[in-house]
T-cell receptor, first 113, second 112 residues
Framework: DGGITQSPKYLFRKEGQNVTLSCEQN?????MYWYRQDPGQGLRLIYY???????QKGDIAEGYSVSREKKESFPLTVTSAQKNPTAFYLC????????????FGQGTRLTVV | QKEVEQDPGPLSVPEGAIVSLNCTYS??????FMWYRQYSRKGPELLMY????GNKEDGRFTAQVDKSSKYISLFIRDSQPSDSATYLC????????????FGSGTRLQVQP
């Protein structure tokens, strides 16, 4: 079945650590996105990539980094520079044209301990 | 001011009620309008998709878009406890717009 797989489902990070969230899709979509979701704030765009080896900052990119070495994969690294990383992270993909919906993974819940 | 405004709720209704969920937006370039449903601790799933102004019906769900008022609605008829979730509106403009713009979501509770 085609879809988007995020792992792990739950992740715990110690202060000062970098952690990487995985996102893989087999939908053959060109565009991939990372969103952060906090209670009452909806989805905020962190980074997006419209093609392999290219990506752009979203609205809240500070403290995050990404790579897009393969079409299927778009991992997100939460660095120690992100001061409030506890949140629900969602990865999405779409074909890349404006008139298509985005498909989402099941999310990763990151908690700082 | 946010590009897309959505009342966060929570909205609590009895089973069988008609539910009305709404979003307003400020960017007149938006042409594609979507509603996503998100259960707790899950990823959003697409519920309805409409292009430009008009109505679209799918079973118990009806989506309406009024571009002149920059206002979109989702109606749920005969609401069920399984409809309890957060509903997110999302919209997209013409080619070149980088990503969907989401509302903050409305939490709906349907009481049995």
């Amino acid at each position: 079945d085609g879809g988007i797989t995020q792992s792990p489902k739950y992740l715990f990070r110690k202060e000062g650590q970098n952690v990487t969230l995985s996102c893989e899709q087999n939908l053959n979509h060109d565009a991939m996105y990372w969103y952060r979701q906090d209670p009452g704030q909806g989805l905020r765009l962190i980074y997006y990539s419209q093609i392999v080896n290219d990506f752009q900052k979203g609205d809240i990119a500070e403290g995050y980094s990404v790579s897009r070495e393969k079409k299927e994969s778009f991992p997100l690294t939460v660095t120690s520079a992100q001061k409030n990383p506890t949140a629900f992270y969602l990865c999405a993909s779409r074909t890349g044209t404006a008139n298509t919906e985005a498909f989402f993974g099941q999310g990763t819940r990151l908690t700082v301990v | 001011q946010k590009e897309v405004e959505q009342d966060p709720g929570p909205l609590s209704v009895p089973e069988g009620a008609i539910v009305s969920l709404n979003c307003t937006y400020s960017n007149s370039a938006f042409q594609y309008f979507m509603w996503y449903r998100q259960y707790s601790r899950k990823g959003p799933e697409l519920l309805m998709y409409t292009y430009s102004s008009g109505n679209k019906e799918d079973g118990r769900f009806t989506a309406q878009v009024d571009k002149s008022s920059k206002y979109i609605s989702l109606f749920i008829r005969d609401s069920q406890p399984s409809d309890s979730a957060t509903y997110l509106c999302a919209m997209s403009g013409a080619a070149g717009r980088r990503a969907l713009t989401f509302g903050s979501g409305t939490r709906l509770q349907v009481q049995p």
